[in-house]
């Protein structure tokens, strides 16, 4: 009961609440090297900045409706991207569905990526710049770096911040059923892919049919 307490602790998200800013961290290591996982974040770069609706076939897999419907209290459904190369912008339009129902249609989120690396440290930052009613604030850091030859660990520090009605709705209860497991889902992905493996809705769901 303790290891199962202890590794509950150690590799589950972590979110704090202040001001109404939602801050998350969430860290993984990865069984691969540092080249594979920084090619994994450059797919995902790549694809955000290019073809984002790809992201939902890899990156984004196992986050949309689930079958618990308490997951469902809030999610996303992606309609359309694009991506114009002078602003360096991606902008996604999708679908805010609460409860299940479309509350809020084509909401634009627009946002840029910053990739640096610092002694082997490579950090890349993702704002989001616009977002209609979905959100007031919102940025995060992916970092990635080596632990030995053929191991790397991939940390996530994201910040939210709601527009006012989101920010009446989710209560940290909701944003923890809602928010926290798809942060670690999504970093999972990540490091799936850069251990050689390739996450789809189709695993995830084999995943939840056991719970």
């Known amino acids: 009961m303790l290891t199962k307490m202890l590794f509950a602790i150690l590799f ?6 202040s001001d109404g800013m939602f801050h998350s961290t969430y860290t993984t290591d990865i069984q691969a090297d540092i080249a594979s996982s920084n090619m994994a974040v450059d ?6 900045q290019t073809e984002p609706l790809l992201l939902a076939e890899w990156a984004f897999a196992g986050m949309g409706r689930q ?3 308490e997951k469902n209290a809030m999610y996303l459904k992606w309609k359309y991207s694009e991506y114009n190369p002078e602003t360096h912008y ?3 339009i999708v679908d805010v569905l609460v409860d299940d129902k ?22 890349v930052h993702v704002d989001i710049f616009y977002s209609g009613s979905l959100l007031k604030q919102a940025y995060g850091n992916f970092h990635v770096m080596p632990l030995t030859d053929t191991k790397s660990q991939m940390a996530i520090d994201m910040h939210v911040k709601f527009g006012w009605f989101f920010r009446i709705f989710i209560t940290r209860k909701i944003y923890r059923e809602t928010i926290d ?5 999504f970093v999972t992905n990540l490091k799936m892919r850069a251990e050689g493996n390739i996450p789809s809705d189709a695993y995830w769901h084999a995943i939840d049919s056991q719970h």
């Open 12 to 17: 589950s998200v972590l979110t704090t609440l």
């Open 43 to 48: 797919s995902f770069i790549t694809h955000l």
């Open 67 to 69: 079958q618990d419907s």
């Open 90 to 92: 991606s902008k996604l």
């Open 102 to 123: 479309p509350r809020f249609k084509d909401v634009t989120v627009e946002c840029i990526v910053r990739d640096t690396m610092i002694n082997e440290v490579r950090d």
């Open 181 to 185: 497991w798809r942060v670690e889902r």
